[in-house]
């Protein structure tokens, strides 16, 4: 009867797993709200009952269900999960302190995970872009390793699943001469990925040309892409070839395509009907023969709506769509990343080896990273240069940070001069969460306060933004 009931209403059905009945009651009233049905579990036995009865199209799972437990009751319900209905994606439950775990069931095949409490709008949007990619990917679905023994994926760090369909994607039209739009938010690898599709394709033996689309003036647009002659116009002293001869045989990246203005879009349409163009003063025309890969941080599909893009360029750019997952949504990586981009780094300024310290790889994975992978890099750089150790540790972000935000004059300053009284609760709260482990009740009782009020001042602070498990009901979505 169940089952029918589903099918009439064609709402995706999630399954909440947690002993916590508000955490349960929160969930399942923001997702009623937004349209999906719901059903709640208290333990690991009745969720493998219910999927056993009737299946889900995603779970929403707790990793700890005693006051006590280490996370392994919660990896193997993901694994009996797994076991069960290999192709359903789970979103794990996680407090702050518990990070490294929810890290581990990714690797173990959990979608994604997010912390206790939630942002309301930002686990819908997880949610649904989860339920999006969740289509049943095929027998052998490769990993790392068998994607890195077929194509040349360097540069590229990470093992989520979400970045490995974009690689498997990226493989798979390589060799193709069908035009790519990658979609991404700022500092993603949008470029990472256009290298890629050149590097694995049989124009790899000659150049990708990378044009910034948003830095050419529309009065040297022409010029710019097409090239000129002598005399084509003043101080045109010589011949000069443009950014789409350059490209010949190779492949084009049109970086920040949204920015183009709709004239310049004309354009560069006709050259993508035709693979022709024609310098400026020139009196011939010239083949093209290049593969287009552009990308953008804004939404086609909506510029195009709103009459600021053409919609026949629209469609000859994106026969070939790739969307790169912003940082937040594949945080299992951050570790990867963080160990990759400090030995660079190190590397870069000739200094000795750099490592992270597991607490402060668990402090990174919790921050939220609006600039994505730039920022990440950018923070360890900095922290790196202005603390000076071999080994980071959490209190040198957030001593770094305070510096930044002109908490100290120095990098290494970790006590409370010239601190703003918001700069030091921020400082000891954070050092009382190293101290503790995370461990909620004990970092709310050195500190003097009650868990509400910790989980308060962690939300306005931005310090992870999680629980421990043993106090979930106090977590307010």
């Known amino acids: 009867m169940e089952s029918s009931r589903k099918e009439l209403s064609g709402k995706p059905r999630i399954l909440i797993v947690d002993d916590d009945s508000a955490v349960q009651v929160s969930l399942a ?45 919660g990896l193997q319900l993901l694994a009996d999960i797994k076991q069960l209905q290999p192709a359903l994606p789970v979103l794990l439950m996680t407090a702050w302190g518990s990070i490294a775990l929810a890290v581990k069931g990714v690797q173990a095949g959990a979608a994604n995970f997010f912390t206790k409490p939630w942002d309301n709008a930002q686990l819908m949007e997880l949610i649904r872009t989860t339920l999006d990619t969740a289509a ?17 994926f360097s540069g590229i760090v990470g093992e989520h699943p979400r970045l490995l369909k974009v690689l498997a994607t990226v493989g798979q039209v390589a060799a193709t001469r069908a035009p790519v739009l990658i979609l991404g938010e700022s500092g993603c690898g949008k470029e990472l990925i256009a290298d890629a599709l050149h590097r694995n394709s049989p124009r790899a033996a000659q150049a990708i040309v990378k044009i910034n689309m948003g830095a050419i003036t529309p009065s040297l647009f022409e010029s710019e892409m097409f090239g000129h002659v002598r005399g084509a116009f003043t101080d045109a002293r010589t011949d000069r070839k443009g950014h789409i001869a350059s490209a010949h045989e190779g492949t084009l990246f049109l970086d920040e395509i949204g920015e183009l203005n709709r004239s310049d879009q004309v354009k560069l349409l006709r050259v993508l009907q035709d693979q022709t163009y024609q310098a400026v003063g020139a009196s011939r025309t010239e083949r093209a023969d290049i593969r287009v890969v552009s990308a953008t941080n804004r939404e086609l599909a909506e510029l195009v709506a709103a009459g600021e893009f053409r919609e026949d360029l629209f469609y000859r750019l994106n026969l070939i769509t790739i969307r790169l997952p912003p940082l937040r949504e594949r945080r299992s990586d951050i570790p990867l990343l963080a160990r990759h981009i400090i030995g660079q780094v190190s590397a870069s300024y000739g200094l000795g080896p750099a490592t992270i310290a597991p607490a402060a790889l668990e402090w990174l994975s919790a921050q939220p990273w609006p600039g994505n992978i730039r920022q990440l890099k950018q923070t360890l750089e900095r922290t790196l240069l202005l603390v000076g150790k071999s080994e980071l540790k959490q209190a ?20 409370v001069d010239g601190m703003t009284l918001e700069q030091v609760e921020r400082h000891m709260i954070a050092k009382a969460l190293e101290q503790h482990q995370g461990n909620i009740s004990r970092v709310a009782k050195a500190l003097g306060l009650s ?27």
């Open 29 to 73: 009233l923001l997702l009623k709200q937004s349209g999906f049905d719901t059903v709640c579990c208290d333990d690991p036995r009745q969720a493998l009952e219910q999927l056993a009865r009737q299946p889900a199209d995603l779970v929403l799972q707790d990793m700890n269900f005693s006051l006590r437990t280490s996370g392994e009751e």
């Open 136 to 152: 049943p990917a095929p027998a052998g679905c490769p990993t790392r390793a068998a994607l890195d023994a077929q194509f040349d």
């Open 396 to 415: 040198d972000f957030i001593a770094t940070e305070q510096h930044e935000h002109g908490g100290g004059p120095g990098g290494q300053r970790l006590g």
């Open 451 to 477: 868990r509400t009020a910790l989980y308060r001042r962690l939300e306005r602070h931005g310090l992870g933004g999680g629980v421990a498990p043993e106090a979930a009901h106090e977590a307010r979505p």
